[in-house]
C-alpha cells in the first residue's frame, strides 16, 4: 500500500459509507468520500468524518460516467481501496414496482458500482497499485425480502459484478470482495424499524441471533478486507448479517 494509504468511497456522506469512511480515517487511510450532496454540505459531513487521517468530499453522481472519471479515474496519486457503496432502496410491492424505479434502482446500485470500480481498477493499474475493491451488497442478493424486488436484483447483479472484477483483475494483483449485510440499522431500515412495528416484529423474527447490525459492523468488516490480513481473499462475499441469510426455524 501507498504511505499513507489512500481510500475512496462512493455513498460516502450516508450512514453506512459515512461510517466506512470514518473507520479508514481513524485506520490511517486518507479517504475521499463522493455523494451527490452539494458541496458545502458535503465538505461539512467530511470534516465530522475526519478522526485520524483526512477526509475530502466530492459530488459525483456514480450513474455519469464523466462525473465518475474526473474524480476517480484520473485523481491525484495512487489509489489502494475502493468502496462501492452508493446506493438506493424504494419499497414498494412487485405488482407496484414501476419502470422507471425499477431502471433508477439498477442505474444506482448496479451500473454506478460498475462505472466506480472500473475507474477505480483504471487508475490501480495505470499507477501500478495491487489495490482493493469492495462492493456493499446485501444479504436479499442471496435471499429475496418483500417489497424490494429491484434493490434484491441490483445486489445480486452486484455480486457477481464483483466475482467477474476479482477473476480479471487478479492478473495485475488487484482484489475483489463484497460485504453483505443483513438488516442494518440505517436508512430505510432504520426508519421502518422505528415507525413502523410491524415491519420491526417481521424483521426481528428474521434474525436469528436477534438483532439488526449497526453500520461500525459493518465498517468493521470493510476495514478487514481492506488491510493486509486479506491479502488472499478474493472473489468472496463476506456475509455480516447476524444469520438472516440462514433462514429461520419459525
Known sequence: ?????????????GDIGGTIARTLSRDGFRVTITDVLPEETGRVRADELS?????????VDTTLAADVGAVIERGE????????????????PFLSVGPEVWRRTLDVNLTGAFLAAQAA???????????VL????SWVAERPWPEISAYSASKAGMNQLMRSAALELSAHGIRANAVAPGIVMAGL????FETEPQYAARASRA???GRPQT????????AFLASPAAESITGSVFTVDAGSSLGTLS
Not at 478522526?51 to 459530488?59: D, F, I, L, N, R
Not at 481498477?121 to 489495490?131: F, I
Not at 469492495?134 to 451488497?137: D, N
Not at 431500515?189 to 421502518?192: C, F, I, K, L
Open 77 to 92: 496519486g495512487p489509489l489502494d481501496v475502493a468502496v462501492l457503496c452508493a446506493g438506493m432502496v424504494r419499497a414498494q
Open 207 to 209: 434474525i436469528p441471533l
Open 189 to 192: 431500515a432504520r426508519t421502518q
Open 51 to 59: 478522526v485520524g487521517m483526512p477526509v475530502e468530499y466530492h459530488h
Open 215 to 222: 453500520p461500525q459492523q459493518i465498517a468493521d468488516a470493510v
Open 121 to 131: 481498477a483504471r487508475r490501480m493499474v495505470a499507477r501500478k497499485t495491487e489495490g
Open 1 to 13: 500500500m501507498s504511505s499513507p494509504p489512500t481510500a475512496v468511497i462512493t455513498g460516502g456522506a
Open 134 to 137: 469492495i462492493f456493499v451488497s
